[in-house]
């Protein structure tokens, strides 16, 4: 029999990591920002952070919100699409290997070798990041190593852990969530580290805030998975 609050806990877990991985692989859209707005506050509160951005998707006036859905979608362009962007932060695991705030050139190269682990991992699962729904130009770029894909990636094996608590097979369960801890441990804590320090250095808006938020929620969900809190 299976722990029904257990299972739960790993749909929770499955939502927050497709709600983060959305933020950074879409852009901003007047029919989804409202709630994403509202969903990284209730994160945030949760981690006993206040950032004001509490308000109600139903006390948003239509004009401010096309007004702020514009802002918002250029700050997304200039933080991870424009490199002469004095917001830029390049979303890729390899360039962001021993990030120092303040550095002259902080960033790293593309392509390097935790990019090529981090493939291995997806194919491993068969897990095909370029069949999310994306940001049109992100189809074009073939780095395995973005944040939003490692955070799909991470939605993904949530998900077919929750479909081994579902047919009952504990064992399928506890391999799912080694699987879930080995990333994190190998690349998405260090990973957010660096790039939530960087989005606080070049761009602390928005998406700086989404970016600690998902720092601060992979760190404690690895904490659990270290634990063993969420196995029976």
Same mark, same amino acid.
């Given at each position: 029999m299976i722990n029904e609050n257990l299972r739960q806990n790993t749909v929770t877990r499955l939502k927050v990591y497709s709600f983060l991985a959305e933020i950074f692989l879409q852009e901003p859209s007047?029919?989804?920002? =409202? &709630?994403q707005r509202q969903a990284l506050a209730e994160l945030l509160k949760e981690q006993g952070e206040n950032q004001g951005l509490s308000e109600s998707p139903g006390?948003?006036? =239509? &004009?401010?919100?096309t007004t702020t859905v514009a802002k918002l979608r250029q700050e997304f362009y200039d933080c991870f699409f424009v490199p002469m962007s004095k917001s830029y932060v390049p979303p890729f695991?390899?360039?962001?290997?021993?990030?120092?705030?303040?550095k002259r050139k902080p960033f790293g190269p593309?392509?390097?070798s935790e990019g090529n682990h981090v493939a291995k991992?997806?194919?491993a699962v068969g897990f095909n990041p370029w069949e999310l729904n994306l940001f049109a130009p992100l189809r074009e770029i073939r780095l395995p190593d973005h944040i939003g894909f490692e955070l799909a990636f991470m939605a993904r094996l949530c998900f077919s852990e929750n479909e081994a608590w579902k047919s009952g097979q504990l064992e399928k369960v506890r391999q799912w969530q080694?699987?879930?801890k080995q990333f994190l441990n190998d690349h998405l804590q260090q990973f957010l580290t660096y790039f939530a320090l960087a989005m606080e250095e070049k761009a602390p808006g928005f998406y700086a805030r989404a970016a600690r938020a998902a720092q601060q929620w992979v760190v404690s969900d690895y904490q659990d998975l270290a634990e063993g809190v969420l196995i029976a």
């Amino acid at each position: 029999m299976i722990n029904e609050n257990l299972r739960q806990n790993t749909v929770t877990r499955l939502k927050v990591y497709s709600f983060l991985a959305e933020i950074f692989l879409q852009e901003p859209s007047p029919t989804r920002w =409202p &709630e994403q707005r509202q969903a990284l506050a209730e994160l945030l509160k949760e981690q006993g952070e206040n950032q004001g951005l509490s308000e109600s998707p139903g006390n948003i006036i =239509p &004009e401010d919100l096309t007004t702020t859905v514009a802002k918002l979608r250029q700050e997304f362009y200039d933080c991870f699409f424009v490199p002469m962007s004095k917001s830029y932060v390049p979303p890729f695991e390899s360039a962001l290997q021993n990030f120092v705030p303040g550095k002259r050139k902080p960033f790293g190269p593309l392509n390097s070798s935790e990019g090529n682990h981090v493939a291995k991992c997806y194919g491993a699962v068969g897990f095909n990041p370029w069949e999310l729904n994306l940001f049109a130009p992100l189809r074009e770029i073939r780095l395995p190593d973005h944040i939003g894909f490692e955070l799909a990636f991470m939605a993904r094996l949530c998900f077919s852990e929750n479909e081994a608590w579902k047919s009952g097979q504990l064992e399928k369960v506890r391999q799912w969530q080694n699987l879930e801890k080995q990333f994190l441990n190998d690349h998405l804590q260090q990973f957010l580290t660096y790039f939530a320090l960087a989005m606080e250095e070049k761009a602390p808006g928005f998406y700086a805030r989404a970016a600690r938020a998902a720092q601060q929620w992979v760190v404690s969900d690895y904490q659990d998975l270290a634990e063993g809190v969420l196995i029976a």
